[in-house]
């Protein structure tokens, strides 16, 4: 019985954890993200750092997958808000700006705050050492 009642316990939790950045506003909260275009642009400009973009959707699995295993680690965090203004958005709730705008996600895009051109664009969820080697 005792055992059971962990399980249940333990499936519970992980099922939360699985679902928690579902959200991407809770996601941008907890990470400190901007979650508006021209807000980030703006903070990019003023502190001459490459804007960092991911573009999400609701109930992506991949885009999960980016949030909780590699975007969250201590690490990784660390690294992307010293060197870049982070953003993120949700192009089924958001106007995402149209060169940005891809058949599929996530997407993470490093742009440069002056011309709005893509320097870097990383397509869909790759293992973490693929994603990190780009940024």
Known sequence: MKL???MIILLYTLSLHAAFWDDYKMFAKY???ETNYDTALAKAKKEHKPLFMVVVTDGCP???KLMDRILTKDYVREYIS???VTLIMNKEKQKVPKK????FEPVTYIIDPQSEQIIDELDGYMEER???WHL
């Open 82 to 84: 010293k060197k870049y």
């Open 31 to 33: 990470m400190h993200y």
């Open 100 to 103: 940005y705008i891809r058949p």
């Open 62 to 64: 991949f885009c999960e």
């Open 4 to 6: 059971r009642n962990i």
């Open 130 to 132: 693929y994603y990190l």
